[in-house]
């Protein structure tokens, strides 16, 4: 299992990282055997998986579920588990007690929150205080979706690029060991990779940050829309979809089961 440590050479080494999101035992299994360096158990799983159109209704219970089937599957691979909305912004304690009940079910490496008030600062010194690693996010960040005009890019005035900038190293100076980017100009993207210590994740920020984020629905192709930032390496529903198909045909036509798919008194 790659560690804090690792991550920090391979910033320094140039060497990409890479993150998928996944929910699910084989998912966190297959991701491990096909050599993902990071997991996140993403707060997606409201959309990707609940079948809501925000992650605003995902709440502890979820993600600790599945994060603790993913970690079944991928136990030798660095987790990482979205604090959902509401678990980290009504107070510090409730904050440290969010995130502990995270860390002991789930046995993730470290949490991610999104956000770069001065709050959310304040929470990843505590967590840190702690002796829990914590992730950043900014840029697009899904949580506060109703706060943006949907999901579109970020930061695309001046003003927005310099703020997000001073964003993401008040993030790395309260000790952040990793910050994810999303939904950003690529230039802007690259100037936030090289401004601060600790390595970027981009998703939709460009070529240029340390390491990818891509949630495993998308590139699978299982997801019903996707964005300009998503490579699809399989046209996974379409085959799903045609397999089902099949199996009703058969089915129907008493093709299945045939005599190799059941018991006999010798078996």
Known sequence: MKMI?????MKKTEE??????????IAGLLAEQSGIDIILVGDSLGMVVQGQKTPIGVGLPDVIYHAKAVRKGAKDTFLIVDMPYMTYHLSINEAKANAAEIMIKTQANAVKIEGDSAGRIDVIR??????????????????????YDGYTVQAKGKKEQEKLVESAIAIDAAGAFMLVLECIPEELG?????????PVIGIGAG?????????????????????????????????????????????KECQFPEKTNVYYPMD
């Open 126 to 147: 505590a967590l840190i205080d702690c002796e829990i690693p914590v992730c950043g996010h900014i840029g697009l960040t899904p949580q506060s979706i109703n706060m």
């Open 5 to 9: 440590g690792d991550f920090k050479k």
């Open 207 to 251: 070529r240029f940050t340390d390491g990818q984020v891509l949630v495993w629905h998308d590139i699978l192709g299982l997801c019903e829309k996707t964005p300009k930032f998503v490579k699809q390496y399989l046209n996974l529903k379409k085959m799903i979809s045609e397999s089902i198909k099949e199996y009703v045909s058969d089915v």
């Open 16 to 25: 990409k990282i890479t993150m998928l999101t996944a929910y699910e035992y």
């Open 190 to 198: 690259k100037k936030i990779s090289k401004e601060i210590s600790i």
